[in-house]
T-cell receptor, first 115, second 111 residues
Framework: EAGVVQSPRYKIIEKKQPVAFWCNPI?????LYWYRQNLGQGPELLIR????????DSQLPKDRFSAERLKGVDSTLKIQPAELGDSAVYLC?????????????FGPGTRLTVL | RKEVEQDPGPFNVPEGATVAFNCTYS??????FFWYRQDCRKEPKLLMS???SGNEDGRFTAQLNRASQYISLLIRDSKLSDSATYLC????????????FGTGTLLAVQP
């Protein structure tokens, strides 16, 4: 079974430039998550989707970050404009919501460097 | 206070040793608990869920103490391949499916 696919795997941009990340979840999974992981830290949730609906975006910096999940499958996360502090690994995860908590499966992440 | 706290380590242990990691969480209403493993420059992967009764998977044993809001992971007979960062994970305040990750504990198993 194919896992969560993310692209690009690496991205280097200059500050103030826009950047976008793409995620294709595991087939059949209805929940999708975007996390940011800084060096030496655990992942921090940015946004959580159930199907097409963003059910928790309380930690998404909405002045510069946006996300969408069209048709309840693929998702994109965008930053515009990027700042130096946005350098991190952006992880996408998907799950099949059933019961109290679904098991989340992570993609390989996109490592963003902002210069 | 952080919602999930772990000793960052590193824990340097010889092959064959037994090592234990601890984690505390602040939300007494949390219902779900996990240990994830993350290899260097890789994504986190679920190692095991943690149940109130305690659970074991081969050389790995996880325990939960709700009264003390404390989770542990015990690794017996450590292998070189166990070297990784171990993330303690708890579902967040007021919401299922919202996972809060600790900063992770780095384990280095030495030959």
């Amino acid at each position: 079974e194919a896992g969560v696919v993310q692209s690009p795997r690496y991205k280097i941009i200059e500050k103030k430039q826009p950047v976008a990340f793409w995620c294709n979840p595991i087939s059949g999974h209805n929940t999708l998550y975007w996390y940011r992981q800084n060096l030496g830290q655990g992942p921090e949730l940015l946004i959580r989707y159930e199907n097409e609906e963003a059910v928790d975006d309380s930690q998404l910096p909405k002045d510069r970050f946006s996300a969408e999940r069209l048709k309840g499958v693929d998702s994109t996360l965008k930053i515009q404009p990027a700042e130096l502090g946005d350098s991190a690994v952006y992880l996408c995860a998907s799950g099949l919501a059933q019961g109290v908590t679904d098991t989340q499966y992570f993609g390989p992440g996109t490592r963003l460097t902002v210069l | 206070r952080k919602e999930v706290e772990q000793d960052p380590g590193p824990f340097n242990v010889p092959e064959g040793a037994t090592v234990a990691f601890n984690c505390t969480y602040s939300n007494s209403a949390s219902q779900s608990f996990f240990w994830y493993r993350q290899d260097c420059r890789k994504e986190p992967k679920l190692l095991m869920s943690v149940y109130s009764s305690g659970n074991e998977d081969g050389r790995f044993t996880a325990q939960l103490n709700r009264a003390s809001q404390y989770i542990s992971l015990l690794i017996r007979d450590s292998k070189l391949s166990d070297s990784a960062t171990y993330l303690c994970v708890v579902n967040g305040k007021g919401a299922t499916n919202k996972l809060i990750f600790g900063t992770g504990t780095l384990l280095a198993v030495q030959p």
